[in-house]
């Protein structure tokens, strides 16, 4: 009724209270969402950025990329850990009062990340005594325009494997909770990620059956594009030497179980046509 209503009105302006029915459902105001952070390269990068120069491998899942970390990590001035998500590592306020200091400071929540990720990894370059770090989280290329910004001088590579090949060894990883087309559609994403940071990226692309067929020329490319001198024990790495000094045939090697053997290529007429498009792009035959 009006008159109840001007009753309410006037209990709150003179007493800052009102009555509100509790038989009624009071339904809860939504939360306003707190808008995504301008993403920005560091503002002072001498003093944001400890790293110089990480190096991020681009890659699919099951494409090699633990194969070349092992090999760029046996190089004395590379470290090549584990997949370390650093990306995932996220930063909040806590309050208010810490949000508006920090915005005194000029930073945002993105910059704070930033730093956080570059601190990380830093110190995982320090304890290891090396020069440079090398990450290759294949989730990566899902962030790739992020990790450009925290980083501007990154430098990349991108490792590419047949379409195929990806596919069926995803689904062998664990054929339990995917199917081969469930396989191939989930690998199909993170290839479509590495292609977009190919096109927006400045790297060197290495293919898993070009590493396996000839190491040797392919780490040559490798250390010729991070500006670094090409090492003979990048091919021993781990407690098995994959070359035995006089650099002889690595398919010896593989064959003899040193290294994991690549399959061969898949006959044209069995990839999977989803995945055509992709073997296009990356020129495997189809």
């Not at 081969?180 to 692309?205: C, I, P, S, W």
């Not at 040193?258 to 399959?263: E, F, H, I, K, T």
Request: hydrophobic share 40%; aromatic share 6%; glycine share 6%.
């Amino acid at each position: 009724m009006e008159w109840k209503r001007k009753v309410n009105e006037a209990l709150g302006a003179f007493t800052g209270l009102r009555l509100v029915r509790t038989d009624i459902p009071q339904t809860a105001a939504p939360r306003r969402k707190r808008p995504e952070p301008e993403v920005r390269p560091p503002a002072h990068p001498e003093a944001d950025r400890l790293l110089r120069t990480p190096i991020f491998v681009m890659s699919p899942v099951r494409s090699g990329s633990t194969l070349l970390r092992a090999v760029l990590n046996a190089h004395s001035r590379l470290h090549a850990p584990h997949e370390l998500h650093v990306r995932r590592l996220t930063v909040d306020y806590g309050t208010k009062l810490a949000e508006r200091a920090m915005k005194a400071l000029g930073h945002n929540q993105a910059d704070l990340e930033h730093l956080l990720w570059d601190r990380v990894l830093h110190r995982e370059l320090v304890l290891s005594g090396k020069q440079y770090i090398v990450d290759k989280t294949p989730a990566n290329a899902f962030a790739w325009q992020r990790i450009a910004a925290c980083w501007p001088d990154a430098r990349y590579l991108f490792l590419l494997r047949h379409p195929m090949s990806i596919a069926q060894s995803w689904h062998e990883a664990s054929p339990e909770r995917r199917d081969f087309q469930a396989a191939a559609e989930d690998a199909l994403r993170y290839m479509k990620a590495v292609e977009r940071a190919r096109n927006g990226l400045d790297g060197l692309t290495v293919r898993y059956e070009d590493l396996v067929a000839d190491p040797v020329a392919c780490t040559r490319r490798i250390c010729t594009h991070l500006g670094i001198p090409w090492e003979e024990q990048m091919l021993q790495y781990g407690e098995q030497k994959v070359l035995e000094k006089g650099l002889g045939d690595w398919s010896d090697k593989i064959r003899s179980g040193a290294v994991q053997a690549g399959r061969e290529l898949p006959d044209p007429a069995s990839i999977s046509e989803v995945l055509r498009p992709m073997c296009k792009t990356w020129g495997y035959p189809v």
